[in-house]
């Protein structure tokens, strides 16, 4: 009899300390959620509350500018009460595209050479050299850009300042290069062997297989990677800002110092106060670059399904 009380009270025992167990694996469980939860909250109030900053204060300049002003005049000049954005929005535009027309053949031409053709001990060390590029500060290459790049320009093309969309698409392009050519790498990487066997069994070459079989199998990788890479480029400031010129103006040729969204807003917006007109207008300019970022963002996720 007392030989089963012992049994039964270390039953007991034994049960209490399962349940402590699993009340305890429970509760932190709850409480890991919590917190992912929480930490998912605050980061959607804080974008919620930057966009809403922003696009309020933005939004202010058509009380004393017009709309069809703002979008659409090319004439900046703050004391006169003229902010006519159109030069920068142009800029802009014009240098992404310069930027893409660049860095998207290059940087896909890396990838496949990295992914296809390079041997392994190559590729060890082309990769780890990419990824080292892509942590470089953006002021260090607008630095190069500007002592090495501009007087560069300078000489074979006897341009009088050197600086200009020219100078900041290279600029751009080498800084987006390691982005898109590593994404690239990975997507093309990820085309299932059986593709190439099944292309090469057939008699393809290898730059058959390449163009019809592997880039379009991995197309929405690589477009993804150009979109990120354009984003970057998009918001690109302080390597812009020192091989531009920042000037606000229509540039007539590639080395007609000008001025995009980014460098024009961090270059005035020390000098403005916070509730004039010229401040809203520099609001205006930076809502902009957000809603662009934020449809790229869109975009690549509607590529991600399409590619899933």
């Known amino acids: 009899m007392a030989k089963m009380e012992q049994e039964l009270r270390q039953t007991y025992l034994i049960s209490k300390s399962e349940k402590q167990i699993i009340s305890r694996t429970y509760f932190r469980n709850r409480m890991f959620r919590l917190f992912c939860f929480l930490s998912v909250l605050v980061l959607g109030v804080a974008l919620l509350s930057i966009i809403v900053f922003v696009g309020r204060t933005g939004l202010l300049v058509f009380k004393d500018v017009s709309f069809q002003e703002f979008f659409f005049s090319t004439i900046w000049e703050p004391y006169d009460d003229k902010f006519g954005a159109a030069i920068f929005i142009l800029g802009t535009l014009a240098l992404t595209g310069l930027t893409l027309l660049f860095s998207a053949p290059i940087s896909i031409g890396v990838a496949i050479f990295t992914a296809e053709i390079a041997p392994n001990w190559l590729k060890r060390i082309l990769r780890p050299v990419l990824d080292l590029l892509v942590g470089i500060p953006s002021i260090v290459y607008g630095y190069l850009g500007l002592t090495v790049l501009i007087p560069f320009l300078r000489n074979i093309t006897g341009a009088t300042m050197g600086d200009g969309l020219l100078a900041s698409a290279i600029v751009l392009t080498i800084m987006v290069l390691p982005t898109i050519s590593r994404i690239s790498d990975d997507s093309i990487t990820s085309v299932p062997l059986e593709l190439r066997e099944a292309s090469y069994a057939l008699g393809s070459t290898r730059m058959q297989t390449t163009l019809k079989v592997i880039l379009p199998a991995a197309a929405p990788g690589i ?83 399409k590619g899933a």
Do not use: C, H
């Not at 509730?275 to 934020?294: C, E, P, Q, V």
């Open 223 to 305: 477009f993804t990677a150009v979109i990120l890479g354009m984003a970057r480029a998009i918001g690109e400031t302080m390597a812009v800002v020192m091989v531009i010129g920042n000037t606000p103006q229509l540039p007539s040729d590639l080395f007609t110092p000008t001025s995009v969204l980014t460098s024009n807003i961090v270059n005035q917006i020390i000098d403005v106060e916070f509730d004039s007109t010229w401040n809203n207008a520099l609001y205006m300019m930076a809502f902009l670059l957000l809603i662009i970022s934020n449809l790229l963002i869109i975009i690549i996720r509607k590529l991600r399904v």
